[in-house]
Antibody, heavy 119, light 111 residues
Framework: EVQLVESGGGLVQPGGSLRLSCAAS????????MTWVRRAPGRGLEWVSI???????YYADSVMGRFTISRDNSRNTLFLQMNSLRVEDTAVYYC?????????????WGQGTLVTVSS | QAVVTQEPSLTVSPGGTVTLTCGSS?????????PYWFQQKPGQAPRTLIY???KKHSWTPARFSGSLLGGKAALTLSGAQPEDEAEYHC???????????FGGGTKLTVL
């Protein structure tokens, strides 16, 4: 059974940093496509970032230059380093992943971790 | 940047049929946008129902189906059940899968 478990969320002041983790079991992070999606209060889902094979990485304009996606294959874990956080980054952050195909990227989802950016 | 549009809310009677749509500001939605449909209930993570326009996962109830309809992606629910009351999100791919854009979501009420 595939399980993705996010952690690292919490309360942070504007301008601060957080690193989210997404630990996988029954699934190999390094051999699949992985992505981060968020949902802000009262808003819809927003795609954040994606890492394909060969380390091809892309970001939404809203986080470009502030967020960095990465993975540690030895720990079978996906990360999202979030810097220069803004109030509007407040959201539940989900990791998702699937086999190496653009039609399977969002097969599996974690339960989410809440990030609150507030002074 | 592309904007993806969905109906904000829809209502369907139990046992009834409803179609949710997903449009793109850049033009007709095609299979090249790799349309996805997700179901999300309050306090839960999204769950993928449809991928690649029409394909279903093993966990997708048979009453859900995906298609292209009038230049949009569509999710049709035939024989609505009370447990189908949820928010439904579509997702489209742009620029060779370098950019993914969600629609605003459709809140579906079964009443």
């Amino acid at each position: 059974e595939v399980q993705l478990v996010e952690s690292g969320g919490g309360l942070v002041q504007p301008g601060g940093s957080l690193r989210l983790s997404c630990a996988a079991s029954g699934f190999t992070v390094g051999s699949n496509y992985m992505t981060w999606v968020r949902r802000a209060p009262g808003r819809g889902l927003e795609w954040v970032s994606i890492i394909y094979s060969g380390e091809n990485i892309y970001y939404a304009d809203s986080v470009m230059g502030r967020f960095t996606i990465s993975r540690d294959n030895s720990r079978n874990t996906l990360f999202l380093q979030m810097n220069s956080l803004r109030v509007e980054d407040t959201a539940v952050y989900y990791c998702a992943g699937g086999e190496i195909s653009v039609v399977h990227i969002f097969d599996y989802w974690g339960q989410g971790t809440l990030v609150t950016v507030s002074s | 940047q592309a904007v993806v549009t969905q109906e904000p809310s829809l209502t369907v009677s139990p046992g009834g049929t409803v179609t949710l749509t997903c449009g793109s500001s850049t033009g007709p939605v095609t299979s090249g946008h790799y349309p996805y449909w997700f179901q999300q209930k309050p306090g839960q993570a999204p769950r993928t129902l449809i991928y690649d326009t029409t394909k279903k996962h093993s966990w997708t109830p048979a009453r859900f189906s995906g298609s292209l309809l009038g230049g949009k992606a569509a999710l049709t629910l035939s024989g609505a059940q009370p447990e189908d009351e949820a928010e439904y999100h579509c997702l489209l791919s742009y620029s060779g899968a370098r950019l993914w854009v969600f629609g605003g979501g459709t809140k579906l009420t079964v009443l």
